[in-house]
C-alpha cells in the first residue's frame, strides 16, 4: 500500500511538471503548436490525483 503511494505521488510530480513544460512550449512558439502538449499530461494528472485522493480517504 505504501508503496502504492509513493508510485502515484511520483506520478503526479512528473505529471504536473509535463503539464508546465507543455504549456511553456506552446507559450513559446505564440500558439502555434497544438494545445494537446500541456493539456494531456494534465488529463493524466488529474486522473492520479483522484486516485491518489481516493486511495488517502480508504485509509
Do not use: D
Amino acid at each position: 500500500m505504501k508503496l502504492k503511494a509513493v508510485l502515484l505521488s511520483a506520478a503526479l510530480t512528473v505529471f504536473a511538471a509535463l503539464t508546465f513544460t507543455g504549456a511553456g512550449y506552446v507559450l513559446y512558439n505564440g500558439g502555434r503548436v497544438s494545445a494537446g502538449y500541456a493539456v494531456i499530461p494534465f488529463l493524466f494528472f488529474v486522473v492520479a490525483l483522484l486516485v491518489y485522493k481516493k486511495q488517502r480517504v480508504k485509509k
